[in-house]
């Protein structure tokens, strides 16, 4: 799967990152950066996150896909969205 993206310019590997809030923060700093993006950042961000994890699909490890999904919730806190799960 790349990493590269005609909408956001990613920090390399950051989808592999440890931390769910560090690949969050990561994710929000490519989309407020971004001068390409044809939504707003956070959806922006979200989008990026939602495609990596369907594209990786049935060869992402449960554990990454776990911090991954994890790191939706970051990206809506650190927005100020309610997670929609509660």
Same mark, same amino acid.
């Given at each position: 799967?790349?990493?590269?993206?005609? /909408?956001?310019?990613? &920090?390399?590997?950051?989808?592999? +990152?440890?931390? @769910?809030?560090?690949?969050?923060?990561?994710?929000?700093? *490519? =989309? &407020?950066?971004?001068?390409? %993006?044809?939504?707003? @950042?956070?959806?922006? /961000?979200? *989008?990026? !996150?939602?495609?990596?994890?369907?594209?990786?699909?049935?060869? !992402? @490890? $449960? /554990?990454?896909? $776990? +911090?991954?999904? =994890? =790191? +939706?919730? &970051? #990206? %809506?806190? #650190?927005?100020? +969205?309610?997670?929609? %799960? %509660?």
């Amino acid at each position: 799967m790349t990493e590269k993206s005609d /909408a956001l310019d990613l &920090e390399s590997s950051v989808f592999t +990152k440890d931390s @769910p809030r560090s690949i969050a923060e990561s994710l929000k700093q *490519s =989309a &407020e950066q971004s001068k390409r %993006r044809k939504s707003d @950042p956070y959806r922006s /961000a979200m *989008s990026m !996150l939602t495609f990596y994890i369907n594209r990786a699909g049935k060869n !992402l @490890p $449960e /554990a990454r896909r $776990e +911090k991954l999904e =994890a =790191a +939706k919730g &970051e #990206l %809506r806190s #650190l927005y100020g +969205k309610t997670d929609r %799960r %509660r």
